[in-house]
């Protein structure tokens, strides 16, 4: 995701045959998350998921875009916990009742494919099951409404009223993104917002959601080591990301 900054103007225009290529980026994306899912569990360093999913990609023709991405040393994103996003795998071996997001970003072709999701790691609290879960149903709530002429706020929206109303908090730090041939493009996707505000979604448009949902306040703050972003009063945060195009009547998902 996407620091925050001000929104400018040029807006990519994605074409059928591009709209072919996410596809195939995406699809190679969500079958690395699920290609890795049998390695959550206790015990298992994130380096050793990182190193597996960076196989799998290249295995497939594809790169990882993280990986040298600002200084990014990585091939994913691995936030435990209280991370809320861009947790750096290391020698940290996962826990019974952790929660994990695993952030996958894929360079096939030339065209980008990025998604999330939130695991669980052995038996979680009721807690945790519940934030990943109404995490998930925050995207999705964002999701179901696309299509040309709907407004950015109307996704802020759908996303903050959905979390809000279930006693949970939405990140502002930090924002879905525009994507297709580079990584991240305009617009920011603000995952909070007032219905009818923000610029008007068109048909060949693609950017990612990527709802953080914490149990606590949403505040962050981004550990010394430039990257890690956590929640300031440690509470839970869960993520779930998609990569989507606006078409005619809606929407298409790549990242399935
Ligand atoms: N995949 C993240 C996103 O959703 C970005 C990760 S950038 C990294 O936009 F450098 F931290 F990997
Ligand atoms: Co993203
Ligand atoms: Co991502």
Redesign the pocket.
């Known amino acids: ?2 620091t925050k900054t001000e929104e400018t103007s040029s807006i990519k225009i994605y074409s059928e045959d591009d709209f072919k290529g996410l596809k195939k980026a995406g699809s190679l994306a969500a079958r690395t998350l699920e290609y890795i899912e049998k390695l959550i569990k206790p015990g298992v360093k994130t380096n050793f998921i990182d190193e597996v999913a960076n196989k799998f990609l290249n295995d497939h023709g594809a790169f990882s ?2 990986l040298f ?2 200084g ?1 040393t ?1 091939s994913i ?1 691995t936030s435990i916990n209280h991370v809320v ?2 947790g750096i795998p290391s020698d940290q071996t996962l826990k019974e009742g952790d929660i994990i997001n695993i ?1 996958i ?1 894929s360079i096939l072709n030339g065209y980008y494919g ?1 998604t ?1 999701k939130t695991f669980s790691v052995g038996n979680v609290s009721i807690e945790a099951k519940k934030l990943i879960q109404l995490t998930y149903e925050s995207m999705m709530e964002g999701i179901k409404i696309l299509k040309p002429g709907i407004t950015l706020g109307d996704i802020g929206f759908a996303i903050q009223s959905f979390a809000e109303s279930n006693n949970c908090s939405v990140v502002r730090d930090f924002c879905g ?1 525009g994507v297709g041939k580079t ?2 493009e305009e617009p920011n996707i603000l995952h909070y917002g007032k219905k009818g505000e923000g610029l008007t979604i068109k048909k060949g448009m693609v950017f ?1 959601i ?1 709802p953080m949902i914490n149990l606590g306040e949403y505040h962050t703050k981004v550990l010394s080591d430039g ?1 890690t972003a956590v929640t300031k009063d440690k509470s839970l945060s869960a993520q779930f ?1 998609h990569t989507v195009g606006i078409i005619d009547n809606g929407y298409e998902i790549f990242t399935l």
């Open positions: 995701m996407k875009a993280p991405y600002r990014y990585k994103c996003c861009h952030d970003t990025d999330s993104h990584f991240h990612t990527e990257w990301e």
